[in-house]
T-cell receptor
Framework: SQQGEEDPQALSIQEGENATMNCSYK?????LQWYRQNSGRGLVHLIL?????REKHSGRLRVTLDTSKKSSSLLITASRAADTASYFC????????????FGRGTQLTVWP | EAQVTQNPRYLITVTGKKLTVTCSQN?????MSWYRQDPGLGLRQIYY???????DKGDVPEGYKVSRKEKRNFPLILESPSPNQTSLYFC?????????????FGPGTRLTVT
């Protein structure tokens, strides 16, 4: 069963603009992760934020986590056409057994 | 190069003809899993394995089998494929760092069952 629910399902922006995607989940977690998938290819890990962290940065990526609202956001600043991809959040539902539960993803299109 | 490999990448087969999709990782990861991805449904886990000879069902295990005889390999077996198993399949592996697991995905296998 799905855990994360990304919002919006699709996002279309111009190069140079910022892109914000949101993820909501339902259970307690140890961490929340964001992954990227280029069309038809394998997912690639972007960033992990632990439940005791509120914000994390990696290059042009900024992730926030609000455990009281059970939500996270992924911000991509100064988007490029190469950022066009699907973005998924995943949580562990508080388990340390290794399973991840993915949402349905946000399809981001960045126009040149 | 650290990677997860899957074979074949593309497969068209007929209903009922047994097939195996192989998955191999060279990172000595303990944890491996299989997902299927369908439009509008995201990734759904089929089976996972926490170590050699330890496997468990995910959310959609019906019609699939797995085995984990070696740490590096985790094949997915479809004993009698049906058209509803037409999908994009991903293998992934991960290791535990503190309480965190970061998954490494293979390139995918696109399966069509006619």
């Amino acid at each position: 069963s799905q855990q994360g629910e990304e919002d919006p399902q699709a996002l279309s922006i111009q190069e140079g603009e910022n892109a914000t995607m949101n993820c909501s989940y339902k259970t307690s977690i140890n961490n929340l992760q964001w992954y990227r998938q280029n069309s038809g290819r394998g997912l690639v890990h972007l960033i992990l934020i632990r439940s005791n962290e509120r914000e994390k940065h990696s290059g042009r990526l900024r992730v926030t986590l609000d455990t009281s609202k059970k939500s996270s956001s992924l911000l991509i600043t100064a988007s490029r056409a190469a950022d066009t991809a699907s973005y998924f959040c995943a949580t562990d539902r508080g388990s340390t057994l290794g399973r991840l539960y993915f949402g349905r993803g946000t399809q981001l299109t960045v126009w040149p | 190069e650290a990677q997860v490999t899957q074979n074949p990448r593309y497969l068209i087969t007929v209903t009922g003809k047994k097939l195996t999709v192989t998955c191999s990782q060279n990172m000595n990861h303990e944890y491996m899993s299989w997902y299927r991805q369908d439009p509008g449904l995201g990734l759904r886990q089929i089976y996972y394995s926490m170590n050699v000879e330890v496997t468990d069902k995910g959310d959609v295990p019906e019609g699939y089998k797995v085995s984990r005889k070696e740490k590096r390999n985790f094949p997915l077996i479809l004993e009698s494929p049906s058209p509803n198993q037409t999908s994009l399949y991903f293998c992934a592996s991960s290791f535990r760092r503190d309480r965190d697991y970061e998954q490494y995905f293979g390139p995918g296998t696109r399966l069509t069952v006619t």
